[in-house]
């Protein structure tokens, strides 16, 4: 095996092992270990000295070569070839949860760059402890440093930025930085950021589907208060502000509590998706039809609510993960309001 290259396979991790194989050789030739023109093991001496299957490495060399990271010379070998991935991006990718929002975007992110970076992604949970840390560990080590500020107060609410976050933030260089899905930082500066205003957005889609809740006599926003991971509280301003401008009757609730007392001609506003199944459930317990007795809009699409026919208020994350990556790949500070819309479908 060459001197230079070193596999790195984490037998726990989730992501394929010939996924692994691929970026660690990549890796490489970006931090420069592995020269172009440098031989690399064979399929079978990569194979035996990792204890991973032929089919295994033989599908990573194919991705290589695919990208043009290799090349196969017949009866000697495989080699590293001229190519971009010396001078890769690094980009250091941070967000509050790992929820299938969340990936979405960051998996948008990352097909967008494509192999012209290498991003590394961390997980802060809402902790300021955490992100603070876990960002100071890594100034200066990366090319950019994507942050998604959304954190949680000692009651458990929603803060988008505290004293200490501000404070490692500002540390890193302006063009180095891009600020995702929240604005609210009081970040100073010029940076890019892709951002949701989470109290006119909600505002705006529901003035679209303002027809459809015409028809309800009460609009029922469920907004929990106190969560793991708490939502802004702009989406209830800007739910108060749609109600109070078309003159609805509303509440707020934290969940859908079990034996409900659904009224017929009550929409509802449902924030987590385990509130938006108990409600579901509830409304076909009690025989009632959804978007006829019971309206119900639900917050973030997803896959599963499209199938099931559920409307929704939602930003679009796949676009904010491309345009985050058009920035990192054009070097632009610009700020952009990402897209949201309202989707009709048959649930009011």
Not at 305 to 310: E, H, P, S, V
């Amino acid at each position: 095996m060459s001197q230079s290259i070193e596999i790195k396979i984490n037998e726990s991790s989730r992501v394929p092992k010939y996924k692994q194989i691929v970026d660690s050789i990549i890796h490489d030739i970006s931090k420069g270990k592995l020269k172009v023109g440098e031989k690399i093991p064979s399929i079978n001496e990569l194979s035996e000295s990792c204890y991973l299957s032929r089919d295994t490495v033989e599908k990573a060399y194919k991705l290589l070569k695919e990208q043009k990271a290799i090349v196969s010379v017949k009866g000697k070998g495989y080699y590293i070839t001229k190519t971009d991935l010396i001078s890769r991006i690094n980009v250091f990718f941070m967000v509050n949860k790992l929820s299938s929002y969340k990936m979405m975007i960051f998996n948008s992110f990352v097909k967008e760059l494509g192999i012209n970076a290498h991003v590394t992604l961390s997980v802060y949970h809402c902790e300021e402890s955490i992100f603070v840390k876990t960002l100071e560990r890594n100034l200066g080590a990366f090319d950019y440093y994507v942050i998604m500020p959304h954190f949680k107060s000692e009651d458990s609410n929603h803060v988008s930025t505290t004293k200490k976050v501000i404070e490692i933030i500002e540390k890193i260089p302006k063009d180095k930085l891009i600020i995702l899905d929240n604005r609210k930082t009081e970040i100073e500066g010029d940076y890019g950021a892709v951002y949701q205003d989470f109290k006119e957005d909600i505002y705006e889609a529901l003035e679209e589907g303002l027809n459809n809740l015409k028809n309800y006599d009460k609009l029922v926003l469920v907004y929990p208060s106190k969560t793991v991971y708490p939502y802004p509280k702009r989406i209830v301003n800007g739910f108060m502000k749609f109600c109070s401008k078309n003159n609805f009757d509303f509440e707020i609730l934290d969940e859908i509590y079990d034996d409900m007392e659904l009224d017929s001609k009550d929409a509802y506003v449902v924030i987590e998706e385990n509130d938006l199944v108990n409600l579901v459930r509830q409304v076909r317990k009690k025989n009632l039809i959804m978007g006829k007795d019971i309206g119900i809009i639900s917050y973030n699409d997803t896959p599963l609510k499209d199938l099931l026919g559920i409307n929704v208020v939602s930003t679009h994350f796949r676009a904010m993960g491309e345009t985050a990556a058009y920035l990192v790949l054009n070097n632009k500070r610009e700020r952009v309001k990402n897209v949201f819309e309202y989707i009709e479908r048959n649930s009011v």
